[in-house]
């Protein structure tokens, strides 16, 4: 992308941030390629600041998802499950933190974020990070790490509509034996404390036509790199996600 587009945005400090963090949300997902996202920069200067951190506005992420043998995760969301999980941990690499984190998609549509502090990834889960997934999701795991995810991101605050959008960009997995880049497809996410499409970013994705999907970064991530999983649900997001990386 156009990274010069990002300098139109007024900056927000991560603690000022801080109160938009929106852990409890609404989520609602969009999908474009980095050309489309250029054009539709400028309508937003006005409206929501950028993140800032350390002089850096478009930031690194690193996420490592688990799950177990069966895929039981994206089996739940992939035949629409209410109350599923995802269970990840979570590098940000400018600000040098790294978090186990565990998402519920519950069957009001809510998203529930809870997280902890750790200090590096972990391949084995410790006694601790198994302690804390068991108490978020209720649940005894047999977790293993699947899948590698790193993008990047900028985020866009609306404080006066308690909105925070993340955009993504530059989307990469990996595992032990294969890697996938989906570097023209931009990810946009509006977190809200309940939707409210009167906005300025869902008036501009809007005119350009930019609809909303149901969309997980995991997901498309097993689907278009585990052969054999089942993804019949998913085919027509992979088309879409495909037409859009070329």
Not at 45 to 68: A, C, H, K, P, V
Not at 121 to 146: Q, R, Y
Not at 166 to 171: A, F, H, R, S
């Amino acid at each position: 992308m156009d990274v010069s587009k990002l300098s139109g945005f007024a900056s927000i400090s991560l603690e000022e941030m801080n109160g938009v963090s929106l852990l409890k949300r609404v989520d609602t997902k969009f999908l474009t390629t980095t050309s489309k996202l250029s054009e539709l920069l400028p309508y937003l200067y006005s409206e929501y600041q950028i993140l800032e951190i350390g002089e850096n506005r478009l930031m690194n992420y690193s996420t490592l998802y688990f799950d177990t043998t069966d895929l039981h995760c994206y089996k739940e969301h992939h035949n629409g499950k209410a109350n599923r999980h995802k269970i990840r941990m979570r590098r940000y690499v400018e600000s040098d933190i790294c978090f186990l984190e565990v998402k519920e998609k519950q069957n009001t549509g809510m998203t529930n974020k809870v997280r902890c502090s750790i200090d590096d990834f972990e391949i084995t889960l410790s006694t601790e990070s198994k302690k804390f997934i068991e108490k978020a999701t209720k649940k005894d795991w047999e977790l293993k790490p699947v899948l590698n995810n790193y993008f990047q991101r900028f985020t866009l605050v609306n404080t006066q509509r308690s909105e925070r959008v993340t955009i993504d960009t530059g989307l990469e997995y990996k595992t032990d034996s294969t890697t996938k880049e989906f570097k023209n497809v931009v990810v946009i996410e509006v977190k809200q404390e309940k939707r409210n499409t009167r906005t300025p970013i869902y008036s501009t994705l809007k005119s350009k036509r930019i609809r909303t999907v149901s969309f997980s970064k995991y997901c498309m991530g097993v689907a278009n790199i585990f052969s054999g999983v089942k993804s019949n649900k998913f085919k027509e997001l992979n088309l879409k996600i495909n037409q859009l990386n070329h």
